[in-house]
């Protein structure tokens, strides 16, 4: 529930010492790596392009190098960050404030980018993250179950959507499936943003050395 203990963030605290646990994973033991597309737009608004800027950020700062990352920037399918390895997160954000925020009729071609890009990689986690204020209707389930079928899940980051715009996005992370994420404030930022690429359960696996052998 709410009041649980959540993943990471007890290791070398009062927490741990009191617990008959080992809160750190061993070295051999690995959180499979995630891939993430950000699907950008702008809210037609400084304040609210703002808010789509820094909660692109939050989301990276969540991720590690091992992790991978790509941007689309609302122009119809224009893949501004290519998925790859996050190596620099510095180099990433600083494209994504550097871009132009574009305000497409509907977001299908920058999905099927995503889904494109996805989809050429192994990562265990895939997961797409529309970050809009949702005025791009559109008829957006087959796109979306589509997506959902090669094994990637869409979430939505609703920036001062209201009515059907709201609606739209509450609707697109139904098909996900999903979470929705509404805000109109600058400084609604982590924890809730970085939860979002985490949303699938990520299981451990552990690493050990495999000697050959023969069959009998």
């Known amino acids: 529930g709410s009041d649980s203990y959540g993943p990471g963030g007890y290791a070398g605290t009062a927490l741990e010492t009191a617990l008959p646990v080992q809160i750190e994973l061993p070295q051999d033991m690995q959180k499979p790596p995630v891939a993430v597309m950000l699907v950008l737009e702008s809210s037609e608004s400084g304040q609210g392009d703002q808010i789509v800027r820094g909660a692109a950020d939050a989301v990276i700062d969540q991720l590690t190098p091992k992790d991978k990352v790509g941007v689309t920037n609302g122009a119809m399918g224009n893949v501004v960050v290519p998925l790859g390895p996050l190596s620099d997160k510095a180099k990433v954000k600083a494209q994504i404030n550097a871009m132009t925020l574009g305000d497409p009729p509907s977001y299908s071609p920058d999905l099927n980018a995503a889904d494109q890009a996805l989809s050429h990689t192994t990562a265990s986690i895939k997961h797409i993250i529309l970050l809009g204020d949702g005025d791009a209707a559109d ?40 979470r929705i994420h509404p805000t109109d404030h600058l400084g609604d930022r982590p924890p809730t943003f970085l939860q979002a690429p985490r949303a699938a359960p990520t299981p451990r696996t552990r690493q050990s050395p495999q000697a050959p052998r023969a069959d009998p």
Request: proline share 8%; no cysteine.
């Open 139 to 178: 008829n957006y389930q087959p796109v979306i179950d589509r997506i959902h079928g090669h094994g990637i899940t869409v979430s939505t980051v609703a920036i001062g959507a209201n009515g059907p715009d709201a609606a739209g996005l509450q609707a697109m992370a139904g098909f996900g499936p999903g």
